[in-house]
């Protein structure tokens, strides 16, 4: 059974920093790229960055490059999301995500408010 349990999300001020954790199981987590994707209310979730298997290859969504860093630790079985230089604009429920076949699993999220 694929679980993805996310934790790290908090009320921050802007300009502060987050990281965001996500532990995996019951599925072949170091040959799965996996995903951090955001959901903000009232608007679709969108995909924030992924990495690949090994760690090696990165992708990240414009509106997030160089203030996120995506990272993994395949001897763990953890995903991470460091963000930094927060904004208000980056309020949203932040999900892990991994495509297995034609499936996508989802985590249950984790709430991260940018707010003054």
């Known amino acids: 059974q694929v679980r993805l349990v996310e934790f790290g999300g908090a009320l921050v001020q802007p300009g502060d920093s987050l990281r965001l954790s996500c532990a995996a199981s019951?599925?072949?987590?170091?040959?799965?790229?996996l995903r951090w994707s955001r959901q903000a209310p009232g608007n679709q979730r969108e995909l924030v960055a992924s990495?690949?298997?090994?760690?090696?290859?990165?992708h990240y969504v414009n509106f997030v490059k160089g203030r996120f860093t995506i990272s993994r630790d395949n001897v763990k079985n953890m995903v991470f999301l460091q963000m930094n230089s927060l904004s208000s604009e980056d309020t949203a429920v932040y999900y892990c995500n991994v495509r297995l076949g034609s499936t996508v699993h989802w985590g249950q999220g984790t709430q991260v408010t940018v707010s003054s």
């Open positions: 990495i690949s298997e090994d760690g090696t290859l990165t």
């Open positions: 019951g599925f072949p987590f170091n040959t799965s790229v």
